[in-house]
């Protein structure tokens, strides 16, 4: 899988390089490239935005910048097999759907906005050439795509085979299928007993079925009190 990475912040991305991800590129299961968007800029001041047409506060994102750095990472031939994730407040949200289907993306392109936006044109060209996301992380206003694009990689790749140490690890999560899209259970290590808090009774008993059931209970209660959107049988 290659990712790169669209932004006027690259050393965002330098946090890549460490720990599982780190690794996934160390193994080459993961080809990682974050590019200057100033890189296509052609002025002295190296200008990626420019005064909102109809008025409004801030500045938008030039086109031209994009389109020259899509030219030179993908060329004009329409591919639907590259993907394009544009983080964007008004994005549908990303959810581990998404994560679960652009693991299978041999090639994603971030396009990190920052300002207040695109030029909207960059997202309609894109459009007629890849397969293009507008995500977003979630209800709340960041100052650009680079934290989303970030959080969106991790989702992403800790999903693709050989990134993960303990993949059965991955049916056990909040929001896996396998958990039946239920919050997961909490979790508990040594020692028996903390500071006056012990760990339940019955993850000592070494009775794998109770301890299932436990976890099962656990997992639901938490949902209905945090999450009773998730459940589909109330
Ligand atoms: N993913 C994700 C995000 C982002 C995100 C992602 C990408 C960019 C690029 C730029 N910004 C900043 C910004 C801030 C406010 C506004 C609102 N509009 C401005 C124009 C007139 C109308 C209102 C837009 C853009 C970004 C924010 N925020 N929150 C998420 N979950």
């Not at 946090?15 to 974050?34: F, P, R, T, W």
């Not at 039946?180 to 009775?207: K, N, Q």
Request: net charge negative; aromatic share 8%; with cysteine.
């Amino acid at each position: 899988m290659r990712l790169d990475y669209l932004t006027i912040f690259p050393e965002f991305f330098d946090v890549l390089g460490i720990s599982l991800l780190g690794k996934a590129v160390d193994n080459g299961i993961v080809d990682i490239h974050a590019h200057d968007l100033r890189t296509w800029t052609h002025d002295r001041h190296r200008t990626v935005d420019d005064t909102p047409c109809g008025g409004g506060a801030g500045m938008v994102m030039k086109p031209d910048p994009w389109g020259e750095a899509f030219d030179d990472l993908l060329g004009a031939d329409p591919d639907p097999s590259v993907h394009v994730v544009i983080p964007t407040p008004s994005g549908t949200p990303f959810r581990q759907d998404d994560a679960a289907q652009l693991s299978h993306a041999d090639r994603i392109v971030f396009c990190c906005g920052r300002y207040e936006g695109i030029d909207h044109r960059v997202i309609d060209y894109a459009s007629e050439h890849w397969s293009v996301h507008e995500l977003s992380l979630g209800d709340y206003v960041l100052n650009g795509g680079e934290v989303a694009a970030l959080a969106m990689t991790e989702a992403i790749v800790r999903l693709v085979p050989g990134v993960l140490g303990n993949p059965e690890s991955l049916s056990e999560e909040s929001y896996s299928q396998d958990q039946e899209g239920l919050l997961e259970y909490p979790v508990y290590t040594r020692p028996a007993s903390w500071r006056g808090w012990d760990v339940p009774e019955v993850l000592m008993s070494g009775h794998h079925g109770h301890i299932a059931q436990w976890r099962r209970e656990q997992s639901r209660e938490l949902t209905r009190r945090r999450r009773p959107d998730l459940l589909t049988d109330e």
